[in-house]
T-cell receptor, first 112, second 114 residues
Framework: KQEVTQIPAALSVPEGENLVLNCSFT??????LQWFRQDPGKGLTSLLLIQSSQREQTSGRLNASLDKSSGRSTLYIAASQPGDSATYLC???????????FGKGTHLIIQP | DTAVSQTPKYLVTQMGNDKSIKCEQN?????MYWYKQDSKKFLKIMFS???????INETVPNRFSPKSPDKAHLNLHINSLELGDSAVYFC?????????????FGPGTRLTVL
């Protein structure tokens, strides 16, 4: 059974810092990995999707890496801003008929 | 221009009632899903539909039944509501088969069972 773990569970940093959020998964036979952000009381916003054949994806100040063999992914946020404050969720999929398996998220606070 | 929409946003009801949550996507996607986010904020897949056919059905009680009148809609019907059903329910969609493509989520429906 696939399990996804996110570390840290919570993180608070001053504005402007670069930071890394970690995600690990127990079954390396995944089809892809997706990072989301969730704002309080809101739905999920897709940030980045990495296919299993890819090593990384970039979007603006965000960079996500994937090491499938070791079951790890990181989300790098450059020059953090207060608007980045949210819960960040990592999710993996084995493909085919499966949905996403989510981690419990990292609650991020960027202090102005 | 909302991509994935859900109604209602909030639903408060008594134990034992039957209720439905509606979901619509205007992205032209082939696959739609329902997820449940519990009180600890943990998200878990419940169902997915591809071209109007159920392709996965996680171990959820049979009081929950997804209904898809067409490719753009996947409604969630819940019979005999229980206190433990209180949660936020999210609808999502993706272009291709489950897991192959990016999934887009609706805003969620917060269900409270009294």
């Amino acid at each position: 059974k696939q399990e996804v773990t996110q570390i840290p569970a919570a993180l608070s940093v001053p504005e402007g810092e670069n930071l890394v959020l970690n995600c690990s998964f127990t079954d390396s036979a995944i089809y892809n990995l997706q990072w989301f952000r969730q704002d309080p009381g809101k739905g999920l916003t897709s940030l980045l999707l990495i296919q299993s054949s890819q090593r990384e994806q970039t979007s603006g100040r965000l960079n996500a890496s994937l090491d499938k063999s070791s079951g790890r992914s990181t989300l790098y946020i450059a020059a953090s801003q207060p608007g980045d404050s949210a819960t960040y969720l990592c999710a993996v999929c084995r493909g085919g008929a499966d949905g996403l398996t989510f981690g419990k998220g990292t609650h991020l606070i960027i202090q102005p | 221009d909302t991509a994935v929409s859900q109604t209602p946003k909030y639903l408060v009801t008594q134990m034992g009632n039957d209720k439905s949550i509606k979901c619509e996507q205007n992205l032209g996607h082939d696959t739609m899903y329902w997820y449940k986010q519990d009180s600890k904020k943990f998200l878990k897949i419940m169902f997915s539909y591809n071209n109007k056919e159920l392709i996965i059905n996680e171990t959820v009680p049979n009081r929950f039944s997804p209904k898809s009148p067409d490719k753009a809609h996947l409604n969630l019907h819940i019979n005999s509501l229980e206190l433990g059903d209180s949660a936020v329910y999210f609808c999502a969609s993706s272009q291709g088969l489950a897991g192959m493509d990016e999934q887009f989520f609706g805003p969620g429906t917060r269900l409270t069972v009294l």
